[in-house]
């Protein structure tokens, strides 16, 4: 079922759209939907993988949110309120069978009670957002100072440019979970997939700071509608961190950002060091909730069973 305009167009509706999650979870995804008078005034997209005789409704890779999205409703705030638990009730008794469920909300999506009385359990993360990008000035101004001073230094040193290739990309982006110990944890098939999709609509941009000497330094990848622009992926040559290349490369796209979206999104990050770097830039400590539910006995005896719940996300997500 097509989603309507109003629905479609609700904040973060770029990872819900169906040629984002044709790119991210071809073949594995679907939505649920509420029509009144012939248009959608409610939405919500899964992701249903079977693995191991389970049904996982889980987030794709490389997609910051998804969870219902909602027409604007007119009237008084407590009518509204009662239409979307309505509406949410309706979704969810659509939604298919599952034996475990998780899904991330935007932020903008801060009522999960029918969720709640369903048996969902809900975790806060955070992510951090430049609200308004009007006034550069301003967002500049609101950066610590150690920002500004690698933004001078990075300029001196590297030249920032967008023509080298999703293939220089991946290597970048490949290097700075190396250094972690990690292997990507998406495919890069995916991320061609998701590149190309994106290209295609004209929604991301890939920046590169390279030297005098042909050496890139550090990179980020873009992505963007007319509600948020998002930090998705970046990377960094780990004998030249200290470059400021990374920190210049922020600012760029905060700056691009400005032309083609109201705001911008760091997409989050719980780990602490991260959390440090993303909120040096002014943006703001913004919640979001994290939803699940696990229908299985056996899957919820399995998940609690501390080293091995790790190992077990890993063989059933996976990379796709």
Not at 28 to 36: D, I
Not at 246 to 264: P, R
Not at 299 to 306: K, Q
Request: with cysteine; charged share 20%; glycine share 8%.
């Amino acid at each position: 079922m097509a989603a309507s305009e109003d629905a479609q167009q609700a904040p973060g509706s770029l990872f819900a759209q169906p040629w984002w999650l044709d790119a991210v979870a071809p073949g594995c995804w679907g939505e649920v939907a509420v029509e009144q008078d012939g248009r959608t005034v409610a939405r919500m997209p899964y992701v249903l993988r079977r693995r191991f005789g389970l049904r996982l409704m889980a987030m794709p890779l490389l997609t910051a949110s998804l969870g219902p999205a909602f027409a604007p409703q007119q009237g008084k705030y407590a009518t509204r309120l009662a239409r979307q638990h309505g509406l949410m009730e309706t979704l969810l008794e659509r939604l298919p069978a599952f034996d475990y469920f998780q899904q991330s909300f935007h932020h903008s999506v801060t009522n999960w009670l029918p969720f709640y009385w369903q048996g969902f359990s809900q975790t806060t993360r955070y992510t951090y957002v430049l609200d308004d990008l009007t006034d550069l000035d301003a967002v500049w101004s609101g950066t610590r100072d150690s920002v500004r001073r690698a933004i001078r230094k990075a300029r001196k040193r590297v030249a920032v440019r967008d023509d080298l290739g999703l293939n220089t990309f991946l290597e970048l982006n490949r290097k700075t979970f190396a250094r972690q110990n990690m292997s990507l944890p998406y495919s890069p098939e995916l991320v061609a997939r998701l590149d190309a999709a994106c290209a295609e609509r004209g929604c991301r941009r890939m920046l590169f700071a390279e030297d005098p000497e042909g050496r890139v330094h550090a990179s980020v990848f873009l992505v963007w509608d007319r509600h948020a622009a998002f930090y998705l992926m970046g990377g960094a040559d780990t004998e030249l961190r200290g470059s400021g290349a990374f920190s210049l490369l922020l600012w760029e796209a905060i700056q691009h950002a400005a032309g083609v979206s109201a705001s911008f999104d760091f997409e989050g990050s719980m780990l602490q060091p991260v959390e440090r770097f993303f909120s040096s830039f002014g943006a703001r400590q913004t919640p979001y909730s994290q939803l699940r539910k696990v229908n299985s006995v056996a899957l919820r005896a399995a998940l609690s069973a501390g080293p091995l719940a790790s190992r077990l996300g890993r063989n059933l997500f996976g990379r796709s």
